[in-house]
């Protein structure tokens, strides 16, 4: 297959967002291999319902994942073990910074490659270089891209619900064996939005200042999803504080 057959689109999140190419993609998969840095919550709030119908219809997916405390988030990981015919693994490199979607179109191989993570940002808001490019099946280039993605995938761990739990428990979302329970606190909501007035306060003069003050707010917001009892509370803390750790990570 030469170069000047491959048939790409261009995904900036202006003219294209990586999300409207994902989702009719879904609708064309028999088989998706997805290997990423970064999933957050909200993103994978935008993904839930396409690959939900993907997988009930037949469909395969696996996910690689960087195992990352902070930037990916453990219950959008638990979220997609719920899915049927659904694998993810934990890569052991604490620098593995892929962005690759490999949807398996029958005789065709459309590849969505480019510097978006599965969050918000990645999928709708930041500005973004990607591209999609549509692969004959059978060319060099679908072969290398399925090979570099089955190199990630055995080199990778599965994820197990005990695995998840380690990761709550480095994060501080699990409490202690024998902990004493803590009681629900009240207006923890409008505590949230005091702990984000730093973070708010954009500063484009000093980005190094900003996002000091990005990590100050997530922590914070950390500390507010440990001390409630509310898990839709405890899950709305999680998802701003994973916003705030992306600024500058998508």
Known sequence: MTATSVQMTFVDNETTTALEAILPL??????????????SWAGWKRLRDALTAFVDRGGRLRVV????????????????????NTEVRFHPDPYFHAKRINFHCGEKLAVLVGSANLTVGGLETNPEDGVILELDA???????????FETWWRASTPVTEVELRRLKAERG??????????????????????ALQEGEKRSTADPARQRQADLRAAR????????????????????????????GHE
């Open 26 to 39: 879904t609708e064309e998969s028999e088989r998706i291999d997805v290997g990423m840095a970064f999933l």
């Open 65 to 84: 994942l960087r195992r990352d405390r902070w930037r990916t988030s453990v219950y959008a990981v638990s979220a997609l073990l719920e899915l049927h």
């Open 138 to 148: 059978d060319s060099p280039e679908a072969r290398q891209a399925r090979r570099t």
């Open 173 to 194: 979302l699990k409490r202690p064996t024998g902990a004493a329970p803590r009681q629900p606190r009240r207006g923890a909501s409008r505590t949230a939005r005091s």
């Open 220 to 247: 914070r917001l950390f500390e507010l999803a440990r001390a409630t009892q509310d898990a839709d509370e405890r899950r709305r803390l999680v998802e701003v504080a994973e916003g705030l750790l992306a600024q």
